[in-house]
Nanobody, 120 residues
Framework: QVQLVESGGGLVQPGGSLRLSCAAS????????MGWYRQAPGKQRELVAA???????NYADSVKGRFTISRDNAKNTVYLQMSDLRPEDTAVYYC??????????????WGQGTQVTVSS
């Protein structure tokens, strides 16, 4: 079993910053990629940012230049540094990982979500 635990969400004013963290634990052979999705009320879940074990990154157009994804492969941890936050960034942010598990299988896992609220 693999678990993902997010932290770092909270209430922040417009223009402020937050850093989200997500740590994966369990029986893990390798994590091919980790990333963040978000879901705002009444909207579909959308990709925010993702990073592969090789360091390739993808960002939603709405967050490019404001958010930075990074990872510590040794700790199976991914981070999302969010700056210049806007009210439209308000959502539940979910960590996800593509994990190689024994014997050799690739599965997707999801965290429980952490609330980010941007409001004055």
């Amino acid at each position: 079993q693999v678990q993902l635990v997010e932290s770092g969400g909270g209430l922040v004013q417009p223009g402020g910053s937050l850093r989200l963290s997500c740590a994966a634990s369990g029986t893990i052979l390798h994590i091919n990629a980790m990333g963040w999705y978000r879901q705002a009320p009444g909207k579909q879940r959308e990709l925010v940012a993702a990073i592969t074990s090789g360091g390739s990154t993808n960002y939603a157009d709405s967050v490019k230049g404001r958010f930075t994804i990074s990872r510590d492969n040794a700790k199976n941890t991914v981070y999302l540094q969010m700056s210049d936050l806007r009210p439209e960034d308000t959502a539940v942010y979910y960590c996800t990982a593509k994990v190689v598990v024994p014997p050799i299988a690739l599965n997707d896992y999801w965290g429980q979500g952490t609330q980010v609220t941007v409001s004055s």
